[in-house]
């Protein structure tokens, strides 16, 4: 009798052995992408941030096409603008265009506001898909699980390994219990096998990310104050030395006036005085292309003027020299018709 309960307890202990060894590793994988596009919170938060892009990428295009018109409209003023006022503006457009690519680096750049927002957005979800990862492999016995989306390279992947949404119901049912209202709702969510969200390591993580965040901030509020600094100094050095050419201007004005009223006559100040007043009264308020305007008509008048007087004169030429020879002519027909003494 005893050693017909050994021996069954012997075989026992080998069909559990062999069990064990035919079980062999269980392997699973998710897709994050599948899951990412089946969390709504996911693709609500995704498309407000998608806006926002459209927003900066609009507002950085208008800016850069007032740059253009800038360039252009100053290209085409070049003629009429001194070296000194020419490369002060062109400073000015050069300080703008700077800025513009400042703001588009921090919009857009590897630090920028998108980087970031983007890693906002997925940081809470990828933390909810890692807990709901843990907490099906512990309850189905897995020994691995791979992420399809990630750089593991899985030439083949049977349909059966995929846990993809398993891990979706899991985010489901948390977020159900978090937005449940009722009494009734919440015993319900919580009778239910919930991932769960927060733990020390995440916390630890948020604080990290919040750290990063405060420095970072802390970074650009000094980079702004900087840029700030720095375009107000331009601006105050170009005013100053707009006035400083401002001031030459008059001072040789006022020079050349002087030496102008020395040696000429009263009659003659009067004259200039009132032409002065009459071209300053003419001109007024007129803009650079309405002045550029005026030479361009005064030149035609005045090449026009030159070839009627050229004009005139050569018809003066062509009748002196019709009446020298009729004169000529006439001439010798006198000496023809003087009869011969002989």
Do not use: C, H
């Amino acid at each position: 009798m005893k050693s017909k309960v050994l021996f069954l307890v012997v075989i026992i202990s080998l069909m559990s052995f062999v069990s064990n060894a035919q079980r062999g590793v269980r392997i699973g994988y998710i897709d994050t992408e599948y899951i990412l596009q089946n969390v709504p919170e996911y693709q609500e938060a995704s498309s407000q941030l998608d806006k926002k892009i459209q927003q900066w990428k609009t507002e950085i295009e208008k800016r850069l096409t007032v740059i253009d018109s800038k360039k252009k409209q100053l290209n085409s003023e070049s003629v009429l603008l001194t070296k000194e006022l020419y490369e002060e503006r062109l400073e000015d457009i050069s300080f703008e265009e700077a800025e513009i690519l400042d703001y588009q680096q921090k919009r857009f750049g590897p630090n920028g506001d998108l980087m970031v927002q983007k890693q906002q957005l997925i940081q809470p979800i990828q933390d909810q898909i890692f807990a709901a990862v843990q907490e099906i492999a512990s309850g189905k016995k897995y020994d691995f699980i791979f992420d399809k989306s990630a750089d593991v390279v899985m030439l083949f992947s049977a349909q059966r390994f995929d846990i993809s949404e398993l891990v979706i119901r899991s985010i489901t049912r948390s977020s159900k219990r978090t937005q449940a209202k009722s009494r009734a709702e919440r015993k319900k969510a919580e009778k239910e096998n919930v991932v769960p969200i927060v733990n020390k390591e995440l916390d630890e993580r948020q604080k990290a990310i919040d750290d990063k965040k405060t420095a970072r901030e802390a970074q650009i509020a000094e980079r702004q104050a900087a840029q700030i600094k720095r375009r107000d100094s331009l601006k105050a050095a170009a005013a100053e030395k707009r006035q400083k050419v401002l001031d030459d201007r008059a001072k040789a004005k006022a020079k050349r006036d002087s030496t102008n009223t020395k040696t000429k006559s009263p009659a003659e100040k009067n004259t200039k005085k009132t032409d002065s007043t009459k071209a300053k009264s003419a001109t007024g308020t007129k803009t650079p292309q309405q002045i550029a305007e005026e030479k361009k008509q005064q030149k035609i008048k005045d090449r026009e003027a030159r070839k009627k007087a050229l004009e005139e004169r050569k018809k003066k030429i062509l009748d002196a020299r019709k009446k020298a020879k009729e004169e000529r002519e006439a001439n010798a027909k006198a000496k023809d018709s003087v009869p011969n003494d002989n």
